[in-house]
């Protein structure tokens, strides 16, 4: 199992658990108004704990489970390079939930300690365009660039006041290619169909989900603690994409040659 399934595996556990504590919560106080109430206190104070259980952490896990799975069983089916850009995209997704994770708990950090939280984030959407640069002469080159030109997408984080129409921007360079893709193999072939809908979706998808949740820029708790202290305490997001193997050490120095052999003894008067 690779590290984005076992991701999305993650998030679905954790949706069904949401779901389980709200429908428990609806059965102890019975149905109708009561029922409302009582799961929107739920929402509440998950909202006031912030964490995996916050609401906005939830719906973006939603976003990802419902469109990012089909990008994943499509590249493997599909092959090539694509195997290698999902590591890479499960990287990227992975250090953009965790600063939503931090945001939901942590009061807005400085510019500097900022930059530290993204860093990863960065870097992983970086590696995509080096990916994308050296396979210009491969078959899914334009399943490369759809997600070279949208990944960018994730920086909204970023941006006051308007971020929603800043991820706008970015879909129309993704859709160029995933057009591309769509024209080439729609009614031929249904993984790519289903490659190409599935990466197209989740960035206008994500569009929506911001201007709901983050209309006028990353939403951070007002009173919450340090930001870069809870990024630090929740360890790494996710492993390195497509690390490669620690190198063996260097062989053992021979060991030394024996020390010389006594000098002979002096001859006798």
């Keep these: ?7 999305l595996n993650q998030i679905v556990s954790r949706l069904e658990n949401v779901a389980q504590r ?12 009561g029922a409302g109430a009582a799961a929107a206190s739920s929402s509440s104070s998950a909202a006031a704990a912030g964490g995996d259980d916050h609401p906005f952490v939830v719906a973006y896990d939603a976003l990802v489970a419902d469109h990012i799975s089909k ?5 493997k089916a599909i092959g090539a390079e694509l195997p290698q850009l999902v590591e890479h995209l499960n990287k990227a997704l ?5 600063l939503l994770v931090v945001a939901s708990k942590s009061k807005k950090p400085s510019d500097a300690d900022f930059q530290k939280l993204v860093g990863g984030m ?3 959407a970086g590696a995509i365009g080096q990916l994308k640069d050296k396979s210009r002469t491969s078959k899914v080159f334009n399943h490369l660039s759809a997600v070279a030109d949208g990944i960018g997408a994730l920086n909204w984080v970023a941006v006051t006041p308007t971020p929603a129409p800043f991820i706008g921007d970015m879909i129309g360079g993704a859709e160029f290619y995933t057009n591309r893709i ?3 193999f729609k009614g031929k072939d249904e993984t790519q169909v289903s490659w190409a809908q599935g990466w197209s979706t989740f960035l206008r998808e994500l569009q929506k989900y911001v201007k709901a949740n983050h209309t006028t820029g990353l939403s951070w708790k007002a009173n919450g603690g340090d930001a870069l202290a809870a990024w630090n305490a929740a360890g790494s997001a996710a492993p390195a994409a497509g690390a490669a193997p620690a190198a063996p050490g260097a062989p053992a ?3 030394p040659p024996p020390p010389p052999p006594p000098p002979p003894p002096p001859p006798p008067p």
């Design 22 to 33: 709200l429908e428990k919560v609806e059965k102890s106080v019975g149905s109708g108004a």
């Design 122 to 124: 960065i870097a992983a």
């Design 182 to 184: 769509l024209k080439d």
């Design 71 to 75: 990008v994943v069983e499509a590249s």
């Design 253 to 255: 120095p021979p060991p």
């Design 94 to 98: 992975a250090e953009h939930r965790k």
């Design 1 to 7: 199992m690779s590290q984005l399934e076992q991701v």
